[in-house]
Nanobody, 126 residues
Framework: QVQLVESGGGLVQAGGSLRLSCAAS????????MGWFRQAPGKERDFVAA????????YSADSVKGRFTIYKDNAKNAVYLQMDSLKPEDTAVYYC???????????????????WGQGTQVTVSS
C-alpha cells in the first residue's frame, strides 16, 4: 500500500505562487508514476500534470502549461507541483495520485491511478 499526503495548499492572490507537496509513506515512490488532479466545486476531477516514474518525462494540461511544473524527487520520496501565475479558475481541491510506472510512460486519466491522497485546498482570489 502507498499512503499519499498532500500539503502546501492555501489562499493566494491572483498572480501568486504556491508549491504543493505530496509525500508518500508505506512504500518508496521510485518505481511509481505520479499525477496531480484537481476538482472544483460542482465539477468533475480534472487532470493537471503527470510524470513518469523517473521524473524524466512530464506532461501538463493545456490550461496550466507554462504556469505549473510537476517534478519528482525520488530521494525525498515525494512529488511536487509548482504553481505560478495563479488564476481564480485554478481554485480547486488538488489531489496527487500514484501508480506503478512502466518505461517512460506518464498517465493522464484518473482511472489509471491506484493510490490517492486526501487532497489539499487551493483558493485563488481575484
Amino acid at each position: 500500500q502507498v499512503q499519499l499526503v498532500e500539503s502546501g495548499g492555501g489562499l493566494v492572490q491572483a498572480g501568486g505562487s504556491l508549491r504543493l507537496s505530496c509525500a508518500a509513506s508505506g512504500r518508496t515512490l521510485s518505481s511509481y508514476a505520479m499525477g496531480w488532479f484537481r476538482q472544483a466545486p460542482g465539477k468533475e476531477r480534472d487532470f493537471v500534470a503527470a510524470t513518469s516514474w523517473s521524473g524524466g518525462r512530464t506532461y501538463s494540461a493545456d490550461s496550466v502549461k507554462g504556469r505549473f511544473t510537476i517534478y519528482k524527487d525520488n530521494a525525498k520520496n515525494a512529488v511536487y507541483l509548482q504553481m505560478d501565475s495563479l488564476k481564480p479558475e485554478d481554485t480547486a481541491v488538488y489531489y496527487c495520485a500514484a501508480r506503478r510506472g512502466f518505461g517512460v510512460n506518464y498517465y493522464i486519466r484518473d482511472t489509471e491511478y491506484d493510490y490517492w491522497g486526501q487532497g489539499t485546498q487551493v483558493t485563488v482570489s481575484s
